[in-house]
Each structure stands twice: as C-alpha cells, then as structure tokens.
C-alpha cells in the first residue's frame, strides 16, 4: 500500500524567509515522487519530479526537493519565498499497476507567507 | 503546447438531478486522461483513468461514471446526484500511463449540491 503524509497542515512564514514543507513516503516498488501547487480555487501546477539520478531536484519559481530513500522523504523548499508562492502544496507518489498511472496524494500543507 | 480546458467552471445542481463535465485536452495526441475529484479543504482522489478512445477504468466507484468519445475528450457524469458529489472535479493528462509521466491538471470544475 502506498501512502504519502504530509506532516505540516499549515506553515506560515514571513516574506524573504526559507521553508521546508516536509513529505514522507512509505511504498515497495519504483516510486516516482511529485510536488504540486494549489492556489486558493484553481487546478494543481506542476512543480518538479524525482524518479531516478541526482536526489536534489530542482523546480519552478526556485523551489526545490531533495529525495531519501533512507528516510523516505521528499522535502521540498524555497531559499526566499515571497507573497505569491501562498497556497497550499501537495505531495504526491506515483506508479504503475492494476490503476495506470495513479497519483497518490499527501493531504497538502498550506503554506500563508506574509508581508 | 499542450492546453486542458474543463467545463463548465462551476455548477450548482439540485440532488437526485442529472451532471455532465466535460475536458479536452488539445495539442497532444492519444494522451492518458483522469479525473481526480476534491472534497473541500481535502485531498485528491483519482475517480477514472483513460488510455484510448471508448475505454475507461474506475479506480473508485463514487456513483459517477466517464467515457472517452473522442481522443482529446473526457466526459464525466451521473444521472442522480448526491450531496457527497460536491467538491472540485479536476481533469488530468499525462503522456502514457508509466509512473515516470508526470501529470498535468486542468483548472477544474467546482461543484455544488444542494
């Protein structure tokens, strides 16, 4: 069974500070991991993915996320956020089996950066 | 480039009444479709997938149904619906079904039941 949690319901930072949404991950087989954004009533945008190579993974708008199969995370950060990057961001484990290719998701963490 | 449209963008149905949302992906050819649906302030559940034309697979069974008419289409319904049906339907594509494809999401419907 795959299962993805995302530790942090809510984060809140100031504008210029670094984060780290936290996302731990428990599955057997080839795993393929993803971080999307939501912003607040639209559809999810892609950030960035890890299925193989270099375990830190670079994203858009300067995200990026470091993989560990020996802690089984996948933390994504951001050296200085800003306003915009306010949303909620959602971990997710990806396969292939009896589902296609099914996405599993994490409950999402809101991230709320103020001024 | 490759662009997903979902309509309509919000509804507002009365329960036992009939749904119909529709996607389209346009720009890509033979794409791998879903649709994922939101509860409020919740995750994403993937409902349905989709490799070709005319076949679908439930990977949740949520009293909704979807077919594929066409290559770049993907229609989700039902003929009676509940008000657990309400919440954020979102179409997805992604170039094959093998785990490595990423997946790239549609600005969704949002729906309310009452």
């Known amino acids: 069974t795959q299962t993805v949690s995302q530790s942090d319901a809510h984060v809140t930072v100031f504008e210029g500070d670094s984060v780290e949404l936290r996302c731990n991950y428990s599955?057997?087989?080839?795993?393929?991991l993803s971080w999307y954004i939501q912003h607040h009533g639209h559809g999810l945008q892609f950030l960035l993915k890890?299925?193989?190579?270099?375990?830190v993974v670079q994203g858009v708008n300067g995200f990026e996320a470091e993989f560990s199969k020996s802690d089984s995370s996948f933390h994504l950060r951001k050296a200085s956020v800003h306003w915009s990057d306010s949303a909620v961001y959602f971990c997710a484990v990806s396969s292939y089996g009896s589902s296609g290719n099914k996405l599993i998701f994490g409950i999402g963490t809101l991230l709320s950066v103020k001024p | 480039a490759q662009t997903i449209h979902q309509w309509p963008v919000a509804e507002i149905k009365a329960v036992g009444s009939p749904l119909s949302l529709g996607c389209t992906i346009k720009?890509?050819?033979?794409?791998?479709l879903y649709w994922y649906w939101q509860a409020t302030g919740g995750t994403l559940q993937q409902l349905f997938y989709?490799?070709?034309?005319?076949?679908v697979e439930s990977v949740v069974q949520l009293n909704l149904s979807a077919s594929r008419p066409k290559d770049d289409q993907f229609i989700l319904s039902t003929e009676k619906l509940l008000l657990s049906h309400s919440g954020f339907y979102l179409c997805a594509w992604s170039p094959s079904v093998w785990g490595e494809d990423t997946q790239y999401f549609g600005p969704g419907t949002r729906l309310l039941v009452l």
């Open positions: 890890y299925y193989s190579g270099n375990p």
């Open positions: 989709s490799i070709t034309v005319g076949q």
């Open positions: 720009g890509k050819s033979s794409p791998n």
């Open positions: 599955y057997g087989g080839s795993i393929y």
